[in-house]
């Protein structure tokens, strides 16, 4: 069936470091969303990037469709960022029916 | 300000008892989108609208209602037949295919 799939599940930084987060998706998209949800539960839109790369200050997203990942790159983490990722997909032939992964939960510790 | 507003933020339900969350966009979006979420899980699609008047079931509809009799309206019924509602609702709207902006949310618990 359609997948979502993230990696790695938790993830634990000091303040500054730099890290990437991979999404896996089992079948051609119409659209990809990198979220960031908050301690409150509000989902913040990071990215639209169903191809290509985008750059957003320290945040960063590269998709390459034919091969059906994504990637988010966080550079120089601060404690601000923590909290869950989530990528999301809406596969061709679904309208735009978010699939979404489990989530990469981060915790970036001063 | 332009965004979506979803109220109340928390809810308590009583067994037997239908409720109904409120969802409004001043985006004027076409589509419109009802997601829960389990905790410690990702979102799944309960319902969707692609214009007024019309609305598609999404992968987990069983005990769900909708109606979309306006463009920035998109209310959501919880009813007893939901043998599960204690989860953190959100909804959402996009123009056609494009981005999704989420509401930030109620929280259902049945008591």
């Known amino acids: 069936g359609i997948q979502v799939e993230q990696s790695p599940p938790d993830l634990i930084l000091q303040e500054g470091a730099n890290s990437t987060l991979r999404c896996n998706f089992s079948?051609?998209?119409?659209?990809l969303q990198w979220f960031h949800q908050n301690p409150w539960g509000q989902l913040i839109n990071l990215f639209y990037i169903p191809s290509g790369t985008k750059q957003n200050g320290r945040l960063s997203a590269t998709t390459v469709a034919t091969e059906r990942y994504s990637l988010l790159y966080i550079s120089s983490s601060q404690t601000t960022d923590s909290g869950v990722y989530f990528c999301a997909a809406a596969f061709s032939g679904g309208y735009n029916k978010l699939i979404f992964g489990a989530g990469t939960r981060l915790a970036v510790h001063p | 300000d332009g965004g979506i507003t979803q109220s109340p933020k928390y809810l308590f339900r009583k067994e037997g008892q239908n409720v109904t969350l409120s969802c409004e966009q001043n985006l004027n979006h076409d589509a419109m989108y009802w997601y829960r979420q389990d905790p410690g899980q990702g979102l799944r699609l309960i319902y969707y609208s692609q214009i007024v008047n019309d609305f598609q079931k999404g992968d987990i509809a069983e005990g769900y209602s909708v109606s979309r009799e306006k463009k920035e309206s998109f209310p959501l019924t919880v009813t007893s037949a939901q043998k599960n509602p204690t989860a953190f609702y959100l909804c959402?709207?996009?123009?056609?295919?494009?981005?999704?902006?989420f509401g930030p949310g109620t929280r259902l618990t049945v008591l």
């Open positions: 079948d051609s998209v119409n659209n």
């Open positions: 959402a709207s996009s123009i056609g295919l494009d981005t999704q902006y």
